[in-house]
């Protein structure tokens, strides 16, 4: 097996910016080598040394030093309906890394940078907007509505987002899915069975992985339907009649009647307020609507692929063969970094290495109001 850890050690970093954790786990049996990166959705927080250096720097040179061994990338990132489609304003560093490698994520991957790397998008929540998926007047009223949850967490809240929101659970189609757990539970089924999951996992040629993965659907599904008794009709619409919005100070902020100072502190306890509020509706639709991307994920983990296009003697010709993953790095949220795991230790992969972020141990000042910095060697149990 590939020294999978020791690549990354050329030359060493010593801390990692942009993540909260890291996770190395490997199995003889599977032949496997993976790296979980749990993002921290930020790109604020960054180590205040010169020894540090980003996330998406830190998977590209993990993927360098490893040629010209294959490996397998899994990004939280959707598939793009448009080619060429690029992000404006990355938010974090899987943003950047996706730019980094644009061509790497088209299908064919001629363009790609790195010859031993497939690079796989596996946020499969962007199915609930696609067009072509039957049902999709329930799934793009359910996609609309929680979208509009996610994107108000923070609580500034204007008028029109309260209507938008209101008009969407008046919806017929909604008020069915969200009429009872169980009938959450059955949307979710079916989007499950009329897109592409099932086929992924159905590529699996182990028998043992594929009923794990079945049964850890409905492990995860019957979670969401404990956690969905929040998402009841009367509590949804309950709640969105106690927010506030902040039409008012926006307008006058907007005819520089005060600055955006006293905009900001004039805001911040009506925030607080529709934060406290939303807090719920926001953490379960992102739990449930994470469980589309985290099957997703492990299905295709274990999946085999066609190999990439190889030029031979000026013509691109590919291999008749299929091929597995053997390293593998899965860069996503620790939400569902921890679903990873839930499976790996399930098939007995064994925890070779792992650090978290630590004030204590870093002994390091950071900017921002957390670390969100990874001293690597730190907790390091094996390399090889």
């Known amino acids: 097996m590939l020294q999978f850890w020791s690549a990354i050690l050329k030359p060493k970093p010593l801390y990692v910016y942009g993540i909260d954790g890291i996770r190395v786990y490997k199995s003889k049996e599977h032949d496997m080598k993976i790296v979980l990166l749990q993002d921290t959705h930020t790109l604020e927080h960054r180590c205040k040394t010169k020894e540090a250096i980003s996330a998406a720097d830190f998977v590209e040179r993990l993927i360098e030093n490893s040629a010209p061994f294959m490996v397998d990338l899994y990004l939280e990132t959707h598939y793009k309906f448009e080619p060429g489609w690029k992000i404006r304003k990355p938010a974090n560093f899987m943003d950047v890394l996706e730019d980094n490698l644009e061509d790497c994520f088209e299908f064919e991957k001629i363009g790609c940078k790195y010859s031993n790397l497939r690079a796989h998008y596996v946020d499969y929540r962007s199915i609930l907007e696609d067009p072509f998926v039957s049902g999709r007047t329930f799934n793009r009223a359910y996609f609309d509505f929680t979208t509009r949850i996610l994107a108000i967490k923070r609580g500034a809240v204007m008028r029109e987002d309260i209507e938008f929101l209101q008009t969407a659970v008046a919806k017929p189609e909604l008020r069915r899915v969200f009429k009872s757990g ?11 069975k009329e897109t592409k999951f099932l086929k992924q996992v159905g590529n699996i040629k182990d028998r043992k992985i594929r009923n794990l993965i079945h049964s850890l659907m409905d492990k995860w599904l019957n979670e969401g339907v404990h956690w969905a008794q929040e998402l009841r009709l009367d509590r949804i619409e309950g709640r969105l009649k106690k927010l506030r919005p902040v039409d008012e100070y926006y307008n006058r902020l907007r005819k520089r009647e005060i600055t955006r100072e006293q905009y900001l502190e004039s805001i911040k306890p009506i925030k607080q307020h529709n934060e406290s509020i939303i807090y719920r509706l926001y953490w379960v639709n992102a739990i449930i609507r994470g469980i589309l991307l985290d099957l997703y994920l492990i299905a295709r983990l274990f999946r085999s692929y066609e190999p990439r ?16 993953a053997h390293n593998v790095i899965v860069y996503a949220g620790s939400a569902h970094t921890r679903r990873v ?18 004030f204590a141990k870093t002994k390091i000042r950071f900017h921002g109001s957390g670390p969100n910095c990874v001293d690597i060697q730190q907790n390091k149990t094996e390399t090889d």
């Open 182 to 192: 169980k009938t959450l539970r059955s949307f979710m089924m079916r989007v499950l």
């Open 309 to 324: 296009l190889k030029k031979i003697r000026g013509t691109w010709v590919r291999p008749k063969y299929y091929e597995k």
């Open 341 to 358: 795991e839930e499976l790996l230790r399930e098939l007995d992969f064994k925890l070779v290495h792992w650090a978290d972020e630590d």
